[in-house]
């Protein structure tokens, strides 16, 4: 018996190092793979891996944490007989995937404006830059004086 509490214990450990390199890697990936340039463009890949991360957390957290609050729930409210832990989890998962869905689209529209502006005749950030820029260096002396 104490070679299997032995076990499960090197066994506890080894799994808690493992969770934590693997978090560490999870979180330190986007500024790693900001550093590559054709990393900086949001690809299907980078989409299909943020949205399949976003899954896992939400999974996780349906699978640990909602079977403590249905049956606290239920304890709290016997009379009521409708899973109100399950109803509470599903508004929460539509309502962050409608302040996500929202956000993206007022981005994306930000975006477009930008871009409108410029091709409208507008002037544009990197235009701007590139003024500033020539300004700074014409009212640069070219030499010290004497």
């Known amino acids: 018996m104490k070679t299997e509490d032995a076990v499960c214990l090197g066994l506890r450990i080894g799994a808690i190092f493992i969770i934590f390199i693997v978090s560490v890697a999870g979180v330190a990936s986007p500024v790693v793979l900001y550093k590559i340039p054709w990393c900086r463009k949001r690809t299907s890949f980078f989409a299909v891996a943020q949205t399949f991360g976003g899954g896992v957390i939400m999974g996780t957290a349906v699978i640990h944490i909602l079977p403590d609050a249905q049956e606290t729930l239920t304890a709290a ?11 509470f989890t599903l508004g929460a998962i539509c309502f962050t995937l409608l302040v996500e869905q929202l956000a ?3 981005f ?3 975006h477009k404006q930008s871009h409108h502006s410029c091709e409208a005749g507008g ?14 260096e014409e ?3 070219t030499s010290l004086p004497a």
């Open 104 to 106: 993206a689209s007022y």
């Open 139 to 141: 009212a640069r002396p």
């Open 108 to 110: 994306e529209w930000r």
């Open 77 to 87: 409210w016997p009379d009521i007989e409708y899973p109100v832990a399950a109803a």
């Open 123 to 136: 002037k544009c950030k990197n235009e701007e830059d590139a003024t500033t820029t020539a300004t700074k």
